[in-house]
């Protein structure tokens, strides 16, 4: 990494940072009492998603959930594949996700089941049943919704129905300004690494409070033992 870039990823380091700041403070109104699994004592961050997930566009080590790591100062397992729909996700889903036995897993999924026009109760059906599965075997799960209408959005209520639902946080329309930026956008469909490390930000805004509360939970049974 250029002098340059570093110098601007770690603005952007500090930009995120007095971002999230406030909420861990405050809290932001989230109750994180119903979050699903927050004391859960595990340590894997798991990216689980498309081709968004999984960097296509990106420079080589600029895809989000690296970026993500940066940000966290932890390691995050990237488990994206392109051209994943919600229905091959959730066949890998054991596999892939639920074999690091994960603490925490951010789902990014959708975009490819809206380009292939699949029926609204069939996509969120699978989706459902992979933040399910996670809480039931044991992880806080994040839901990345992004919004696919030009003018609507068509999938947000049930992005938030089922994060409210199963006890998940959500990070909304996390792709804000980058579709359709030529400065963000690698192509029509995937962000360049600019627009991976904004998403990187926006995901890290959700998961850096979220961790901080769980630390705290889990720190007086730890220190008991």
Not at 92 to 112: A, C, K, Q, T, W
Not at 128 to 135: D, F, G, K, N, S
Not at 136 to 160: A, N
Not at 184 to 202: C, F, K, T, V
């Amino acid at each position: 990494m250029s002098e340059m870039t570093l110098k601007n990823f770690r603005h952007r380091a500090f930009t995120v940072l007095a971002a999230w700041l406030p909420l861990v403070l405050g809290g932001c109104g989230v109750d994180y009492d119903d979050v699903a699994n927050i004391a859960n004592t595990r340590t894997a961050i798991v990216c689980f998603g498309d081709s968004i997930t999984h960097g296509y566009g990106a420079s080589p080590g600029r895809d989000y959930p690296a970026r993500l790591a940066e940000l966290l100062g932890t390691p995050v397992i990237n488990a994206g594949v392109d051209g994943d729909t919600t229905a091959s996700a959730l066949k890998r889903l054991e596999e892939d996700v639920l074999i690091e036995e994960p603490r925490l897993v951010i789902v990014e999924l959708g975009g490819n089941d809206f380009l292939e026009r699949t029926p609204r109760e069939e996509v969120f059906e699978n989706l459902e049943q992979i933040v399910r599965t996670l809480a039931s075997e044991g992880s806080m799960v994040v839901l990345v919704h992004m919004k696919f209408g030009l003018f609507t959005d068509p999938y947000g209520d049930d992005y938030e129905r089922i994060a409210e639902e199963n006890g998940a946080l959500l990070v909304e329309n996390a792709m804000k300004d980058i579709f359709a930026n030529p400065r963000h956008m690698s192509d029509q469909i995937h962000p360049n690494d600019a627009g991976y490390a904004l998403l990187a930000e926006r995901v890290a805004e959700v998961v850096i409070p979220l961790l901080d509360q769980a630390n705290q939970r889990v720190a007086p049974s730890s220190e008991r033992t």
